[in-house]
């Protein structure tokens, strides 16, 4: 049953700046939605959780003796954080919007795929660019991240690699590009200014103060790629292709 144009009205009005394609779709099509009441409290609180839990982690290794930026503990240390970028997200979706899947645009199209193809190459060129800078700068710049995976082998290297190359990017994305520029752009920020404000946020989030340049050229793209096809799905998999040449270089060395 088509939705009776006053209906129509009415649901256009619950559309925002930077909605989800999920999002304008429903409402568009007369299905009963809310308005997102999420925003960047909930953005900040995700990130202070993953931090508090990552910390805490830290110091009931350290207490135990265990070593936790090596083996197993490494995966851990890499993981639990992400337990609140994705907790989070989830429950401030589901009780003062509509559910991750359909806030966040967590779907994907062919023409989305191709955007978020290009975009991840361009991501790899904007941040080989950004490191070239960098570098003359601040001298050889590494990831801890990196260098944390460039000391393991065999399996735990392999399963460290994957988790760079697919979780990591899909939690950040939910964060960075889902969460908080979906907030700023919901406030109706001029969009340049709302990608620099998450590219920004992005970048500091890591804790690697030589990798800022590199990170915020890498995050403009993710967030221009966000925000052209309404799917934080999209931005992931730019995200994906950008950390794919590390983590695949670690997945190859993980028998040498």
């Not at 953005?43 to 135990?64: D, E, K, P, S």
């Not at 337990?83 to 062919?110: E, Q």
Request: charged share 10%; proline share 5%; net charge positive.
């Amino acid at each position: 049953m088509e939705p009776q144009p006053d209906q129509v009205a009415v649901n256009q009005g619950l559309l925002f700046s930077g909605n989800s394609d999920l999002y304008r779709a429903e409402v568009l099509q007369g299905r009963p939605l809310k308005y997102p009441n999420w925003g960047l409290g909930d953005a900040f609180g995700a990130l202070l959780a993953g931090t508090v839990i990552g910390a805490f982690a830290g110091v009931i290794m350290m207490v135990a003796g265990v070593d936790s930026m090596h083996g197993w503990a490494l995966i851990g240390t890499l993981t639990l954080p992400w337990l609140a970028y994705v907790l989070y997200p989830m429950f401030a979706t589901k009780y003062k919007g509509n559910v991750l899947r359909i806030d966040l645009g967590l779907s994907l199209t062919r023409p989305q795929l191709r955007l978020a193809i290009v975009g991840g190459l361009c991501s790899l060129a904007a941040a080989g660019l950004a490191a070239l800078l960098s570098t003359k700068l601040w001298g050889p710049i590494t990831s801890t991240a990196g260098e944390a995976g460039l000391h393991e082998h065999g399996l735990v290297a392999i399963v460290f690699g994957l988790l760079v190359m697919t979780a990591g990017p899909l939690v950040e994305e939910i964060v960075f590009r889902g969460l908080l520029l979906g907030s700023l752009l919901k406030r109706e920020m001029a969009p340049f200014l709302a990608l620099a404000v998450s590219a920004g946020v992005f970048s500091l989030a890591h804790f690697e103060p030589k990798r800022f340049l590199i990170l915020f050229a890498a995050g403009l793209v993710m967030g221009e790629v966000r925000r052209r096809t309404g799917s934080t799905a999209a931005s992931a998999i730019s995200h994906m292709i950008n950390n794919a040449p590390a983590a695949l270089a670690l997945m190859f060395g993980a028998f040498n």
